[in-house]
């Protein structure tokens, strides 16, 4: 087996909002904030390669939206899902599996893209089986309020039209090193996937624990739909991480990829941090 980290590109989300009830003051010292109080984030993604199989978790924002619609999240960065992708040898149609941890745009935008004439759309990825919980899936198809404009439905029916939508559970096997925890504090049916690699266990964290800085118990970002069930799956989250010495890998960390993880005095931190090249 072989992990690639993809990188997508970057884009700008407000700190306090990212941060939740946290003070500013507390949050800066850890993700520093600009003069417009955004705050820089990577959009990184996971691409596990096993034989014939190429198993992706998430795929960024995409790029069909409006040029208005990204002007919002200021996106930035040299990176893209196509380069990345051909940088670990590969192309979209070589994608056998697409694990998405939840439907919001920025986690799953890459999933679908113009059809050749540009009149509707299609999947990015013709080959692949896309995978997400029945929970989330009729979540996102009948959205609450809160979280309406994360779910934009260009990126979620094409994927049920096609026939290349699957619906995963915490007992799926999709391959036998891969196994998942199923989270409702960020969202309803969020997936963790750890993956089993060279003797120790790789988490890719998703929106449960965002970036390094949002270890602590009680950094919870306000768009969190049940942030105190959030609190709760951290807390069981990171019992389990910290007992299994688990490798935390951060989707939206601009400067950390990896790191371990600590039980401290003051409750859980970040301890060693490493880019995946280095684990590998």
């Known amino acids: 087996m072989k992990l ?39 959009m990184r993604c996971l691409l596990i390669e096993d034989g014939d199989r190429l198993i992706l978790l998430d795929n960024g924002i995409g790029d069909k939206q409006s040029e208005k619609f990204f002007s919002f999240y200021y996106l930035n960065g040299d990176f893209s899902l196509k380069n990345s992708l051909h940088q670990a040898g590969f192309d979209f149609s070589d994608i056998t599996d697409v694990i998405l941890s939840h439907l919001h745009f920025d986690h799953c935008g890459g999933s679908v ?28 198809c009948n959205p609450n309020p809160k979280e309406k404009p994360s779910f934009l439905k260009e990126n979620i029916l094409p994927l049920q039209e096609s026939g290349q939508l ?43 624990i965002p970036t390094s800085a949002h270890i602590p118990l009680v950094y919870v970002m306000g768009y969190d739909t049940r942030p105190l069930i959030t609190v709760e799956e951290k807390t069981g989250f990171l019992e ?7 490798i935390l890998f951060y989707e939206h960390d601009l400067n950390t990829q990896c790191s371990s993880i600590l039980h401290t005095e003051k409750g859980y931190r970040k301890g060693d941090t490493f880019s995946l090249q280095e684990l590998v």
Not at 200 to 205: D, E, G, I
Not at 240 to 246: C, G
Request: one cysteine or more; glycine letters at 6%; a negative charge.
């Open 113 to 140: 893209s113009h059809n050749a004439d540009r009149t509707g759309w299609v999947p990015a990825f013709p080959n692949a089986t896309f995978w997400v919980t029945r929970e989330q899936w009729e979540w996102a």
């Open 4 to 42: 690639h980290a993809i990188e997508t590109g970057n884009f700008k989300l407000d700190g306090g909002a990212m941060f939740g009830s946290v003070p500013k003051v507390i949050w800066n010292h850890l993700y520093p904030a600009d003069e417009h109080n955004l705050i820089n984030l990577s």
């Open 240 to 246: 389990e991480a910290s007992l299994n010495d688990y």
């Open 166 to 208: 699957s619906f995963l559970t915490s007992d799926t096997v999709i391959h036998p090193d891969l196994s998942f925890r199923i989270m409702n504090g960020h969202t309803d049916g969020q997936i963790i996937t750890l993956v089993r690699f060279n003797k120790r266990t790789l988490a890719f964290c998703a929106d449960l």
